[in-house]
């Protein structure tokens, strides 16, 4: 971080300043963050099993999103108040519901919190890549960034081994199972799938690596659409300002940061108003 750097953050008060309560975790909002994951996933086999595929295809759009973006991203950054070993039991559980490691994602996104925009970030990589490549880096990054957490991840490695074991396993089942029944493997399709667009939505479109600092390195939205479209997740920026925060306080917090980001000099943008 260069000094001009460093004075742009210092211009941003430390969180108990500004709003102490944006950390709060209510229980009724605990029990709901948890839940909405082990509900979708549910209600895809429910209307699988029913043939309903419509209903059974959007609760996997619904899971991709309150996972990874959402719930995931929460306990990859152990900021719902749990103790840690049930933080840790929620983060492979839920994030095996999407087939993917959750302790390789957490080795990885904690990693690019420290370190974008740097070559060595391999999640906010495909913010300096081109669109068609950013695609193609979402079919290939959960097995990347699974692979680089078993090098690198040293506290988490036995963790890392066992959810990638288990998400091959039920794959491996869900093939052996095809001809009884394409339930199990229309999910793992699905799950892996939506895993596809993770790159797009959380490095290429949010951030700009060629920004001169921190406030500039990231993009900051603002506008009824682009709260709509992403349903109030579009807050990267003041993400990475203050990580502690969780996603359901996000709207609250960026309402508190407009002075100072206007302040700075930022111009958010919009998607039409």
């Not at 102490?20 to 099993?49: D, K």
Request: proline content about 6%; some cysteine.
């Amino acid at each position: 971080m260069d000094n001009s750097q460093n004075v742009i953050t210092r211009a941003f008060p430390d969180l108990p300043k500004l709003v102490p309560e944006l950390t709060h975790t209510t229980r009724l909002q605990l029990v709901f963050a948890l839940s909405l994951p082990f509900i979708f996933s549910a209600a895809y086999f429910f209307f699988a099993a029913f043939r309903w595929w419509p209903a059974a295809v959007l609760s996997c759009v619904a899971l991709s999103f309150v996972t990874y973006g959402s719930t995931s991203h929460d306990l990859v950054h152990r900021n719902l108040g749990l103790r840690r070993p049930i933080n840790d039991l929620f983060l492979s559980l839920i994030e095996l519901l999407a087939l993917r490691s959750g302790h390789a994602y957490q080795a990885a996104h904690l990693h690019h919190h420290r370190r974008f925009p740097h070559g060595d970030d391999i999640e906010g990589a495909a913010a300096g890549m081109s669109l068609l490549r950013t695609l193609f880096e979402g079919v290939i990054l959960q097995s990347k960034i699974w692979l680089w957490a078993v090098k690198r991840s040293r506290q988490h490695r036995v963790l890392v081994w066992l959810e990638g074991g288990i998400c091959l396993l039920f794959i491996s089942v869900s093939l052996m199972l095809f001809l009884i029944t394409p339930i199990f493997l229309v999910y793992a399709v699905l799950m892996i799938m939506g895993s596809w667009i993770i790159p797009l939505i959380t490095s290429y479109v949010p951030h700009d690596p060629h920004g001169r600092n921190e406030l500039l390195q990231t993009r900051l939205f603002r506008g009824k659409v682009a709260s709509i479209i992403s349903f109030e997740h579009l807050y990267h920026l003041e993400h990475h300002l203050y990580p502690s925060v969780p996603h359901h306080n996000w709207p609250k917090l960026a309402k508190r940061l407009d002075p100072f980001f206007e302040a700075a000099g930022l111009n958010p943008i919009k998607i039409w108003f």
